[in-house]
């Protein structure tokens, strides 16, 4: 699906107080909905500490439904290789249990971390090499407001506005969301 | 992407960081420390609270990301000894393979030697990286932050010299692939009831599961990296750029981060354990005197993290001093870590003793036999491996040798060395003492075995030597955040340090 056209607003701030004033007018002006205005950072803040954003990320499932695969996978491969391909040693089951369960125990741990980091890139939509709307200076501590709207004149506002709380620099682009 | 208006850099840097970084004036009228600004700044620099909230995030950055882009000569000459001795190392593998295994001192009935020993310490020694790390994230440690990159990176490479061992001893490793469960000729699958081929199954995994807790750790980092590399105009740029996968750091990103970090550190928490447990199997699921016994999965277990910990603790003393860095891993740091090592210390002299009590109390004369046959033959050993841990818990309770970098050197050496002891003690005074006494003979390691076994100590330098070169090795984005989350309140007259805890 094509992403629809949009124009950005980054806005760099020094400090957490200024920006943390900053947000809420920007939003109300401009009706923004959760995931369309982001603070980037080099470092987590605490959630919703600045700006709110109550989008789901449920990777848990995916923890859990990879893991569950990985489960099932385990028990055909150590159990149904002794199965299929029996070796007879000392008259012992061919379908042996402890075996079995540790293999299983290792797969199932591994498959979950894969769905682990299948889940963190699904949610953060990463990796993305595009020229998406970024100033290197926040890697270096500035906190950086970004917005996304529909069109020129809400993004020459923004940037008013921005400019007005005590944002040092701005950064407009287009389509790099 | 257009730039409208740009501030001076100068001034950016030094008011950026929202308020991460206080200036003393800043304090004062932040948190009315009138009076005791000047000692709570000279507090936290030397022993007080975890981050150093006085040192800007770009001054972080700049002396973080040091040790990867300035490199010195002695950085290449020390590369360049640790690849001649590997060379030695590689050429006697490869005579080994020419003219078989008779190049080893391996012989009837001693046929796990000096190779296994070192596999296990190899897999000893990666366990306290990701471990360590993977409780300390849990337990929100906040001193845990700044030396997280170094033990998870000796996780990784400790495992990838560990799994060399099993290769390089069974010997024929051009027929290494049938322990894949890949069909062969012979049309047969791995027997997966075999101890050994649990083995490998668990540290392949625990291998990938390592690397990857480090990738997803690195992630940020790799990203500040690639900023200062795309600036500096830095050849590794490149690569750095393509590893970031475009990280930018949103606030519902480093949401989704934390998470997926969280249940990392919980998979990772569940996998190091099981791994040298099943490598305690290869031994004690046999009936073999000295092996057989159910305290060995988790007496193994501890003795990794034992080795560990100390190997931590080591590679921070040498990293800090290195790239003169004492000021991110600060003696707080290494304090910490010591008493972590003496808590463990502890338990492994308690698993020690319950398995040493146990065996000679009921005095069954072939678990005996061994015992003796260790105390008769292999004294220094013994001493070593026991006298080492003692030592530490006697010592480590002391503050003042818990900062002496060079006390904290000896001691997670001599620790160490009292391992490698313990790991060699298990696998041959049992293997030449048992069964009948007509085949009691004794097993010294071969100058190849000894090539060989030096290559994988340099193998294991050289990998970090070169992550270092190639990755930020301190874990800046924690850091940060510790720093983001810390301020300085006062309590009576004294100013403490004080963090933000959801």
Same mark, same amino acid.
């Given at each position: 699906?094509?992403?629809?056209?949009?124009?950005?607003?980054?806005?760099?701030?020094?400090?957490?107080?200024?920006?943390?004033?900053?947000?809420?007018?920007?939003?109300?002006?401009?009706?923004?909905?959760?995931?369309?205005?982001?603070?980037?950072?080099?470092?987590?803040?605490?959630?919703?500490?600045?700006?709110?954003?109550?989008?789901?990320?449920?990777?848990?499932?995916?923890?859990?439904?990879?893991?569950?695969?990985?489960?099932?996978?385990?028990?055909?491969?150590?159990?149904?290789?002794?199965?299929?391909?029996?070796?007879?040693?000392?008259?012992?089951?061919?379908?042996?249990?402890?075996?079995?369960?540790?293999?299983?125990?290792?797969?199932?741990?591994?498959?979950?971390?894969?769905?682990?980091?299948?889940?963190?890139?699904?949610?953060?939509?990463?990796?993305?090499?595009?020229?998406?709307?970024?100033?290197?200076?926040?890697?270096?501590?500035?906190?950086?407001?970004?917005?996304?709207?529909?069109?020129?004149?809400?993004?020459?506002?923004?940037?008013?506005?921005?400019?007005?709380?005590?944002?040092?620099?701005?950064?407009?682009?287009?389509?790099?969301? | 992407?257009?730039?409208?208006?740009?501030?001076?850099?100068?001034?950016?840097?030094?008011?950026?960081?929202?308020?991460?970084?206080?200036?003393?004036?800043?304090?004062?009228?932040?948190?009315?420390?009138?009076?005791?600004?000047?000692?709570?700044?000279?507090?936290?620099?030397?022993?007080?609270?975890?981050?150093?909230?006085?040192?800007?995030?770009?001054?972080?950055?700049?002396?973080?990301?040091?040790?990867?882009?300035?490199?010195?000569?002695?950085?290449?000459?020390?590369?360049?000894?640790?690849?001649?001795?590997?060379?030695?190392?590689?050429?006697?593998?490869?005579?080994?393979?020419?003219?078989?295994?008779?190049?080893?001192?391996?012989?009837?009935?001693?046929?796990?030697?000096?190779?296994?020993?070192?596999?296990?310490?190899?897999?000893?020694?990666?366990?306290? =990286?990701?471990?360590?790390?993977?409780? $300390? %994230? &849990?337990?929100?440690?906040? /001193? @845990?932050?700044?030396?997280?990159?170094? !033990?998870?990176?000796?996780?990784?490479?400790?495992?990838?010299?560990?799994?060399?061992?099993?290769?390089?001893?069974?010997?024929?490793?051009?027929?290494?692939?049938?322990?894949?469960?890949?069909?062969?000729?012979?049309?047969?699958?791995?027997?997966?009831?075999?101890?050994?081929?649990?083995?490998?199954?668990?540290?392949?995994?625990?291998?990938?599961?390592?690397?990857?807790?480090?990738?997803?750790?690195?992630?940020?980092?790799?990203?500040?990296?690639?900023?200062?590399?795309?600036?500096? =105009?830095?050849?590794?740029?490149?690569? $750095? %750029? &393509?590893?970031?996968?475009? /990280? @930018?750091?949103?606030?519902?990103?480093? !949401?989704?981060?934390?998470?997926?970090?969280?249940?990392?550190?919980?998979?990772?928490?569940?996998?190091?354990?099981?791994?040298?447990?099943?490598?305690?199997?290869?031994?004690?699921?046999?009936?073999?005197?000295?092996?057989?016994?159910?305290?060995?999965?988790?007496?193994?277990?501890?003795?990794?993290?034992?080795?560990?910990?100390?190997?931590?603790?080591?590679?921070?003393?040498?990293?800090?001093?290195?790239?003169?860095?004492?000021?991110?891993?600060?003696?707080?740091?290494?304090?910490?870590?010591?008493?972590?090592?003496?808590?463990?210390? &502890?338990?492994?002299?308690?698993?020690?003793?319950?398995?040493?009590?146990?065996?000679?109390?009921?005095?069954?004369?072939?678990?005996?036999?061994?015992?003796?046959?260790?105390?008769?033959?292999?004294?220094?050993?013994?001493?070593?491996?026991?006298?080492?841990?003692?030592?530490?818990?006697?010592?480590?309770?002391?503050?003042?040798?818990?900062?002496?970098?060079?006390?904290?050197?000896?001691?997670?050496?001599?620790?160490?060395?009292?391992?490698?002891?313990?790991?060699?003690?298990?696998?041959?005074?049992?293997?030449?003492?048992?069964?009948?006494?007509?085949?009691?003979?004794?097993?010294?390691?071969?100058?190849?075995? &000894?090539?060989?076994?030096?290559?994988?100590?340099?193998?294991?330098?050289?990998?970090?030597?070169?992550?270092?070169?190639?990755?930020?090795?301190?874990?800046?984005?924690?850091?940060?955040?510790?720093?983001?989350?810390?301020?300085?309140?006062?309590?009576?007259?004294?100013?403490?340090?004080?963090?933000?805890?959801?």
């Amino acid at each position: 699906m094509a992403k629809q056209a949009h124009y950005t607003v980054l806005g760099l701030y020094g400090k957490l107080e200024v920006v943390a004033n900053a947000v809420d007018p920007i939003r109300e002006k401009f009706a923004v909905k959760d995931g369309d205005i982001q603070l980037l950072t080099s470092a987590a803040l605490p959630e919703n500490a600045i700006v709110e954003d109550h989008r789901p990320y449920p990777i848990v499932y995916f923890v859990w439904v990879l893991g569950i695969v990985g489960f099932f996978l385990a028990i055909i491969l150590a159990g149904g290789t002794g199965w299929i391909m029996n070796l007879n040693v000392g008259g012992k089951p061919p379908f042996s249990w402890a075996p079995t369960g540790i293999i299983t125990y290792e797969f199932t741990l591994l498959f979950s971390v894969i769905g682990t980091v299948v889940g963190l890139l699904y949610f953060t939509g990463l990796p993305d090499w595009t020229d998406r709307a970024y100033d290197r200076d926040i890697s270096d501590g500035a906190l950086g407001l970004l917005l996304k709207v529909a069109n020129v004149h809400d993004q020459e506002e923004a940037a008013k506005m921005m400019s007005q709380s005590g944002a040092y620099k701005i950064v407009k682009g287009e389509n790099n969301f | 992407m257009s730039s409208e208006t740009a501030t001076g850099h100068e001034t950016h840097s030094h008011t950026h960081g929202g308020g991460h970084h206080h200036s003393p004036e800043e304090l004062k009228s932040l948190t009315e420390l009138e009076g005791l600004r000047d000692s709570a700044r000279n507090k936290a620099k030397a022993d007080y609270g975890d981050a150093n909230i006085y040192l800007s995030e770009k001054d972080f950055n700049d002396d973080s990301l040091r040790p990867m882009f300035e490199t010195k000569p002695g950085y290449f000459l020390f590369v360049i000894a640790l690849a001649s001795v590997m060379a030695v190392g590689v050429a006697a593998f490869v005579r080994q393979m020419v003219v078989g295994m008779g190049v080893t001192g391996l012989h009837q009935p001693v046929f796990w030697g000096a190779y296994i020993a070192t596999f296990v310490f190899w897999v000893g020694l990666s366990h306290s =990286g990701t471990i360590v790390s993977s409780i $300390l %994230r &849990l337990t929100m440690a906040n /001193w @845990r932050r700044p030396i997280l990159r170094g !033990a998870e990176a000796m996780t990784a490479f400790s495992l990838m010299v560990a799994g060399l061992f099993p290769m390089i001893h069974v010997g024929r490793q051009w027929r290494v692939y049938y322990m894949f469960p890949l069909p062969n000729q012979r049309e047969l699958w791995p027997n997966f009831k075999s101890p050994l081929m649990w083995d490998m199954m668990a540290i392949s995994i625990y291998l990938t599961g390592s690397l990857t807790f480090l990738y997803i750790g690195l992630l940020p980092d790799i990203a500040t990296a690639r900023d200062r590399a795309i600036s500096n =105009g830095n050849w590794r740029a490149g690569y $750095l %750029r &393509l590893l970031a996968l475009g /990280w @930018r750091g949103g606030n519902y990103d480093w !949401a989704v981060y934390n998470k997926a970090s969280l249940f990392l550190a919980v998979i990772i928490l569940c996998i190091a354990p099981s791994v040298h447990t099943i490598v305690s199997w290869d031994f004690a699921m046999t009936m073999t005197p000295g092996w057989h016994t159910t305290i060995f999965g988790p007496y193994f277990v501890v003795g990794a993290i034992n080795s560990g910990v100390a190997g931590v603790i080591l590679l921070m003393i040498i990293i800090r001093s290195i790239f003169k860095l004492q000021h991110i891993i600060r003696d707080l740091h290494i304090d910490c870590l010591g008493q972590l090592q003496l808590v463990i210390a &502890l338990i492994w002299l308690y698993f020690y003793f319950c398995e040493f009590n146990v065996t000679w109390y009921s005095h069954k004369p072939e678990e005996m036999a061994v015992w003796d046959w260790q105390w008769e033959r292999f004294p220094l050993q013994l001493i070593a491996m026991v006298g080492g841990t003692a030592l530490a818990v006697g010592l480590l309770g002391f503050k003042k040798i818990r900062r002496n970098m060079k006390a904290m050197v000896a001691i997670t050496i001599l620790i160490n060395i009292g391992m490698y002891c313990e790991r060699y003690l298990i696998v041959v005074p049992v293997l030449s003492h048992r069964d009948n006494p007509y085949k009691w003979t004794d097993y010294w390691a071969s100058p190849t075995e &000894l090539s060989i076994i030096l290559m994988s100590f340099c193998f294991f330098a050289l990998l970090y030597a070169v992550f270092i070169k190639v990755f930020p090795i301190i874990t800046m984005a924690d850091v940060k955040e510790g720093v983001v989350i810390s301020g300085d309140v006062r309590l009576g007259k004294h100013a403490v340090r004080v963090q933000v805890k959801e």
